[in-house]
Nanobody, 124 residues
Framework: QVQLVESGGGLVQAGGSLRLSCAASGRTSSRYTMTWFRQAPGKEGEFAAAITWSDGRTYYEASVKGRFTISRDNAKNTVHLQMNNLKPEDTAVYFC?????????????????WGQGTQVTVSS
């Protein structure tokens, strides 16, 4: 089992920045892909960004590319999502997810482990 705990959400004005963190514990492995999904009110969850533990390959959804940066701290088993130039449409609950495959997937049902989520609200 792998446990994931997110932190760092909050309320920010448009154009501002937030940094989310996802701390992993339990039976973690370098052969995992760590991903951030987000779910806005009334909408389905969508892929935002992913990173592979072993070599740090990154993947981004088109609307966040250039504004969001995903990174990993192997020593602390933590993944970060730096979000800059935030827009009101980025408002959502952000979830950290993990799958024991070194390829990212945009499909939530292909992930085995999930955190509880952290709310990000961007005001206009």
């Amino acid at each position: 089992q792998v446990q994931l705990v997110e932190s760092g959400g909050g309320l920010v004005q448009a154009g501002g920045s937030l940094r989310l963190s996802c701390a992993a514990s339990g039976r973690t492995s370098s052969r995992y892909t760590m991903t951030w999904f987000r779910q806005a009110p009334g909408k389905e969850g969508e892929f935002a960004a992913a990173i592979t533990w072993s070599d740090g390959r990154t993947y981004y959804e088109a609307s966040v590319k250039g504004r969001f940066t995903i990174s990993r701290d192997n020593a602390k088993n933590t993944v970060h999502l730096q979000m800059n130039n935030l827009k009101p449409e980025d408002t959502a609950v952000y979830f950290c997810a993990a799958r024991p495959v070194l390829i990212a997937s945009t499909r939530p049902n292909e992930y085995d482990y999930w955190g509880q989520g952290t709310q990000v609200t961007v005001s206009s």
